[in-house]
């Protein structure tokens, strides 16, 4: 089951602190550090450094912040075409969704004021005239034209002014944005990683070189290209939680959860004191802990995890910001089933409840959970009930939404467990293995349960080690030092008669424990210990 359609990585407002910058162009509030953006306009210089402080907030997605400082701009200088421009593109959030009719109206009117007003150079007419193309004749056609639109603008751009690095930075991003989300040669992303790398080594302090680096290598198959962008942008940009945030999305794909932690913790922090300003930070918030509950559970801190689980489940719906509640909700859902299911506490996992009011797809969260749960624990009865709701859920969402791809996925891994539950093997491995596949050939999330992990634990459940060992090996190279990965192959490996191998499995695991008082290592290791 995937969170990635149903997460907002949404943005927190900065507050209304007065811009200041250095003599380098160095964005800030009192004590704020965006980063270093240098975009110069024909606008008035007195709202030059002021207009690359919203560039800079843009690159962080603190989009909310970037408008109000936009608006500035133009009550400065009436005449800066371009600040209406920065207000268009603070309302198209490119990675994270279609904007609302209402957002589309208005951006493209502030895009026909920018027109009107007539900036004075042919390159600042190229940028205003590249999100035309994705404002224009909104109703008449979809995002994805749109989006396409934009990008072919922007490539254009970049191309008629190879020496700007803001059109650089920007087409990257459109690629990012218009790229399919089932392309396994992700050409997109790496067409993107080919323009931001040699902008990182002469802009090291860029906050969106950095962050769309992250973006565009935020796949299994990439992920190591995105570790020293991962490493800096957080210091780039420590005033911002996303920025802070963000590294984890790498930190996660390579099983760094020290440093994943670290990240998320530090963004949570940020949050809390925005808050404290009376900024809405929640949504912000949510996306952290999401990474930290899992972090956790890799480590084996399930007292912390279960703390996040908790967390979530004593916030009142109804102090969930405008907007968000949906986001809200999923979470609700998917924090005790993951904390259920990488605890392997499968009754405990069978006796979850969907959240109470949450739209189908995030009741369904619950159900794939209980149908995983009643696999493992070879329920035929409870597993049925559970694949029979998740499809009604699934029949619900589709009606409101029918780009809810990802729920296929989640239907496969029920109805594989389901089909075990059933002693149906040979079914449940082959719909088990070809989702495991599916994620292998374009990527899963990066707090998502692996697909060949459960495939693993299935032939383990069917003693047939050897095999299990494989799958095990072939999920960890994808999803590295995860707990039950580790440990899974160490059980696997030992019951194939391969006592060291078993042992390295084991002594990585408790690595990554070390310094934890993990009850579940204690535990599993006295179970059954590999090597004794």
């Given at each position: 089951?995937?969170?990635?359609?149903?997460?907002?990585?949404?943005?927190?407002?900065?507050?209304?602190?007065?811009?200041?910058?250095?003599?380098?162009?160095?964005?800030?509030?009192?004590?704020?550090?965006?980063?270093?953006?240098?975009?110069?306009?024909?606008?008035?210089?007195?709202?030059?450094?002021?207009?690359?402080?919203?560039?800079?907030?843009?690159?962080?997605?603190?989009?909310?912040?970037?408008?109000?400082?936009?608006?500035?701009?133009?009550?400065?200088?009436?005449?800066?075409?371009?600040?209406?421009?920065?207000?268009?593109?603070?309302?198209?959030?490119?990675?994270?969704?279609?904007?609302?009719?209402?957002?589309?109206?208005?951006?493209?009117?502030?895009i026909q004021k920018a027109q009107k007003l007539q900036a004075k150079t042919p390159r600042e007419r190229g940028y205003i005239e590249a999100l035309a193309a994705?404002?224009?004749?909104?109703?008449?056609?979809?995002?994805?034209?749109?989006?396409?639109?934009?990008?072919?603008?922007?490539e254009k751009l970049h191309q008629q002014y190879s020496d700007d690095s803001e059109a650089a930075v920007f087409y990257a991003l459109a690629l990012l944005a218009?790229?399919?989300?089932?392309?396994?040669?992700?050409?997109?992303?790496?067409?993107?990683?080919?323009?931001?790398?040699?902008?990182?080594?002469?802009?090291?302090?860029?906050?969106?070189?950095?962050?769309?680096?992250?973006?565009?290598?935020?796949?299994?198959?990439?992920?190591?290209?995105?570790?020293?962008?991962?490493?800096?942008?957080?210091?780039?940009?420590?005033?911002?939680?996303?920025?802070?945030?963000?590294?984890?999305?790498?930190?996660?794909?390579?099983?760094?959860?020290?440093?994943?932690?670290?990240?998320?913790?530090?963004?949570?922090?940020?949050?809390?004191?925005?808050?404290?300003?009376?900024?809405?930070?929640?949504?912000?918030?949510?996306?952290?802990?999401d990474f930290l509950e899992y972090a956790y559970l890799q480590i084996g801190d399930d007292r912390r995890a279960k703390a996040v689980v908790d967390q979530i489940?004593?916030?009142?719906?109804?102090?969930?910001?405008?907007?968000?509640?949906?986001?809200?909700?999923?979470?609700?859902?998917?924090?005790?089933?993951?904390?259920?299911?990488?605890?392997?506490?499968?009754?405990?996992?069978?006796?979850?409840?969907?959240?109470?009011?949450?739209?189908?797809?995030?009741?369904?969260?619950?159900?794939?959970?209980?149908?995983?749960?009643?696999?493992?624990?070879?329920?035929?009865?409870?597993?049925?009930?559970?694949?029979?709701?998740?499809?009604?859920?699934?029949?619900?969402?589709?009606?409101?939404?029918?780009?809810?791809?990802?729920?296929?996925?989640?239907?496969?891994?029920?109805?594989?467990?389901?089909?075990?539950?059933?002693?149906?093997?040979?079914?449940?491995?082959?719909?088990?293995?070809?989702?495991?596949?599916?994620?292998?050939?374009?990527?899963?999330?990066?707090?998502?349960?692996?697909?060949?992990?459960?495939?693993?634990?299935?032939?383990?459940?069917?003693?047939?080690?050897?095999?299990?060992?494989?799958?095990?090996?072939?999920?960890?190279?994808?999803?590295?030092?995860?707990?039950?990965?580790?440990?899974?192959?160490?059980?696997?490996?030992?019951?194939?008669?391969?006592?060291?191998?078993?042992?390295?499995?084991?002594?990585?695991?408790?690595?990554?424990?070390?310094?934890?008082?993990?009850?579940?290592?204690?535990?599993?290791?006295?179970?059954?210990?590999?090597?004794?």
């Open positions: 089951m995937t969170t990635s359609s149903l997460l907002l990585t949404v943005t927190l407002a900065l507050g209304s602190l007065p811009a200041l910058a250095d003599e380098g162009h160095q964005h800030h509030a009192i004590g704020e550090k965006l980063g270093t953006v240098v975009f110069p306009t024909s606008c008035n210089p007195a709202v030059q450094k002021p207009f690359e402080r919203g560039v800079a907030l843009l690159h962080s997605f603190e989009y909310d912040e970037a408008e109000k400082q936009f608006v500035r701009v133009a009550e400065s200088d009436p005449g800066c075409a371009m600040a209406y421009w920065g207000r268009a593109m603070s309302l198209y959030h490119q990675l994270w969704g279609a904007p609302s009719n209402a957002s589309l109206k208005q951006g493209w009117e502030l994705f404002y224009r004749n909104p109703e008449a056609r979809d995002h994805h034209e749109r989006e396409a639109a934009y990008t072919r603008a922007m218009s790229a399919p989300d089932d392309d396994p040669a992700h050409k997109s992303e790496k067409q993107a990683i080919a323009i931001l790398e040699p902008l990182f080594a002469q802009q090291p302090d860029h906050p969106g070189i950095a962050h769309y680096l992250i973006h565009a290598s935020d796949k299994p198959q990439l992920a190591s290209l995105g570790l020293a962008a991962a490493r800096r942008y957080a210091e780039i940009a420590s005033a911002s939680p996303h920025a802070v945030h963000m590294p984890s999305h790498i930190f996660a794909r390579l099983g760094l959860w020290q440093e994943s932690i670290h990240s998320n913790l530090a963004a949570i922090e940020i949050a809390d004191q925005m808050a404290a300003m009376h900024a809405k930070t929640l949504h912000h918030k949510m996306h952290s802990l489940a004593a916030q009142p719906a109804g102090q969930v910001e405008a907007g968000y509640r949906a986001a809200f909700d999923t979470l609700r859902a998917y924090f005790p089933a993951m904390y259920a299911l990488e605890t392997q506490q499968w009754t405990a996992a069978l006796a979850l409840e969907p959240p109470v009011g949450a739209a189908p797809d995030s009741q369904a969260i619950t159900y794939w959970a209980r149908a995983i749960a009643a696999g493992h624990l070879r329920d035929r009865v409870a597993a049925r009930a559970a694949v029979k709701q998740f499809e009604s859920m699934m029949r619900a969402a589709r009606k409101s939404d029918s780009s809810l791809e990802y729920l296929q996925n989640g239907h496969d891994e029920a109805k594989a467990w389901l089909w075990f539950a059933e002693n149906k093997n040979d079914k449940a491995l082959k719909l088990l293995r070809s989702v495991a596949d599916r994620q292998d050939a374009v990527g899963k999330d990066e707090t998502e349960l692996p697909a060949r992990e459960m495939l693993a634990d299935m032939l383990l459940e069917m003693n047939r080690s050897q095999e299990a060992l494989v799958e095990f090996e072939k999920s960890l190279a994808v999803d590295p030092n995860r707990f039950n990965g580790l440990y899974g192959a160490a059980r696997a490996a030992e019951r194939a008669n391969q006592p060291q191998k078993a042992a390295t499995y084991l002594a990585q695991l408790q690595k990554n424990c070390e310094g934890v008082n993990s009850a579940r290592l204690e535990t599993l290791t006295k179970r059954e210990r590999p090597g004794s």
